[in-house]
Nanobody, 120 residues
Framework: QVQLVESGGGSVQPGGSLTLSCAVS????????MAWYRQTPGKERELVAS???????NYVDSVKGRFTISKINGANTVYLQMNSLKPEDTAVYYC??????????????WGQGTQVTVSS
């Protein structure tokens, strides 16, 4: 069974940094894309950053220049380096993976979520 295991959330002061990690547990045939989303109470889940098998990387405008998504292919792990954090970055962050678990088995997988709180 494929699972995404997240770590790295926590509390930090404005201007601080955190790194989130997301490790794929279980066998995956081919990863198509991995991404980080975030959600605050009463709001829809928002795509923060994504990377795909072709190397394309995208960020939501509000985090450009501050967040960096990276992926270690051999380890099937994706990271989100977050610098210059702002109170408005406070949210539950979710890892997402779109992959073929087997040649004919497509899946859209989610991590359990990790809380990031930016406050003085």
């Amino acid at each position: 069974q494929v699972q995404l295991v997240e770590s790295g959330g926590g509390s930090v002061q404005p201007g601080g940094s955190l790194t989130l990690s997301c490790a794929v547990s279980g066998s995956v045939f081919r990863i198509v894309a991995m991404a980080w989303y975030r959600q605050t109470p009463g709001k829809e889940r928002e795509l923060v950053a994504s990377t795909n098998s072709g190397g394309a990387i995208n960020y939501v405008d509000s985090v450009k220049g501050r967040f960096t998504i990276s992926k270690i292919n051999g380890a099937n792990t994706v990271y989100l380096q977050m610098n210059s954090l702002k109170p408005e970055d406070t949210a539950v962050y979710y890892c997402n993976m779109r992959a073929y678990e087997a040649p004919s088995k497509w899946g859209d997988y989610w991590g359990q979520g990790t809380q990031v709180t930016v406050s003085s």
